[in-house]
């Protein structure tokens, strides 16, 4: 289990997600979280339970969703042990199981970097902790990075 310095940057990203969900009803169909939802990664189908799963897609309709229900937005917020998996086997994975964006928050590094899918690979982009990112995935959507960051801060 991680720190409770990863749950609540975890938590102000899902926040802000349900806020904007709240504000425009039917743009965000479901936000999971890690022990929420699981992505099966073929060929053998190991699973991934993002941080943060942003569905904007209805559940298909099959007994098993988890094969084929892809989130639009895939958030993971870095730790220690995770640092590797998250920026050198993941990008790839969740660019084979057709994730849109894919975000990794760094509080280490004090940035965020953005992967999106463009001509069948990622383009990146960092953001710097004191920025807000905005996706077209979600009109008006307007990632505040510093909540994020200060967070977890101990007070």
Not at 55 to 77: G, H, K, L, M, R
Not at 141 to 147: A, I, P, Q, T, V
Request: hydrophobic share 35%; no cysteine.
């Amino acid at each position: 289990i991680p720190k409770p310095e990863h749950a609540k940057e975890v938590q102000a990203v899902r926040n802000q997600f349900v806020v904007y969900q709240e504000k425009k009803p039917g743009s965000i169909e479901l936000v999971a979280g890690s022990n929420e939802a699981k992505l099966l990664i073929a060929p053998d189908q190991s699973e991934r339970h993002p941080d943060i799963s942003v569905y904007t897609s209805p559940q298909p309709e099959v007994a098993d969703p988890w094969s084929f229900w892809i989130p639009a937005i895939v958030v993971e917020i870095v730790s220690a042990r995770s640092a590797k998996r998250d920026y050198e086997e993941k990008p790839e994975e969740y660019l084979s199981f057709g994730v849109r964006e894919y975000w990794i928050v760094d509080s280490s590094k004090g940035q965020m970097t953005v992967f999106t899918r463009w001509r069948g690979r990622w383009k990146t982009q960092v953001m710097k902790a004191s920025s807000k990112y905005r996706t077209p995935l979600l009109p008006g959507f307007l990632l505040n990075l510093k909540r994020v960051f200060t967070a977890a801060k101990r007070k």
